[in-house]
């Protein structure tokens, strides 16, 4: 599992990427995340939203109510164009951290 | 054993919509969007062995604790929360003035019944424009303070009658409080109508000059108050919309 401040850090990136494969809501959001990190990403579901509604003030995403094919409303995401750019920096800057950490425990890491 | 009602799963999620609405962290938006994920959970949950009422039970948890929830959402609704907190303020400060003018009642009454002991001489001009203006502005007063708070009731698209049934069910401090501000806020007003028509009819110098004086004052006072009052539900009228 991962710390709080390290959930709270990663939301943006994680929403951004997802959203570059299309528009999807709020639940498959969450879902996708769970799939992708195998269960070891748990977000506690409603605060994903106030997140969006900050992404969406900040341009970075856009959203809009449509009705779904089991017949109810949902409201579907997008990313804007200053999202794409947000997601670049944010890329850069997990990488960095990323190779750099690699770049320590690598070729091997120390046991404990 | 009696056998347990059937678990109705539509009323049970309204019951948690309803329980959330009455936080202005969340706007009717964020409910239903909320609602909306709530549903999708429920329904994938279901896929698996899961009951209706597990089901539920397991997606609003995993949807959130309501305190929880209520402090995100607060932060980017901020601006509602606030006007509502000021709105509530105002209302306060109302129902203050009101126990003041009582207040003052009380003591007009006393200075009149005590005046008439001392055989003062009653034979002065009326004062009713400005009596009659006082009494223009305290009603419009209460009249607005019913319409503010029957208002604030009625946000987030719930119905004033099935608010006012489940706060009757389960009598909060906020429908105890309102329904005895109006009870008060009557018989109080049934006083001073009374005070003043014998005001009226017989008006020394003395109670006249004061009579008029405060009635300007209160009539001053409380149009600065509605004003406000007006301005900030205006405000929250307009960002509940945003």
Redesign the interface.
Known sequence: MLSKELVAASTVPLVLSILTEGETYGYALIQRVRQLSGGRIEWAEGMLYPVLHWMEEEELIESEWREAETGRKRKYYRQRKAGRKALDEEKQQWMAVHETLTKLWNPKPRSI | MEPEAPFDLNSAIQHWRDNLAQSPAFSGE?L???E??L???I??LQTGRLSSEEAFLIGVR????VG??QA??G??NSQVVWLDRFLWLLLGVQFWVFIVWADGVVGQSAVFVGLRGLNYDFSVHPTGISVALAIAADLSLFAGTLVIGSWLVRRQGQSLGRRVAKLLKRPSRLALGFGAFCLVWLSAYAVIVLVRTTLLRQPPRIVTAVSISDSLASLIHIIVLLALTLFVAKKRLHAAKV
């Open positions: 964020n239903n969007e909320l909306s994920h549903r999708d959970s329904a994938n995993r949807t959130g604790d929880a929830l995100e959402f932060k980017v």
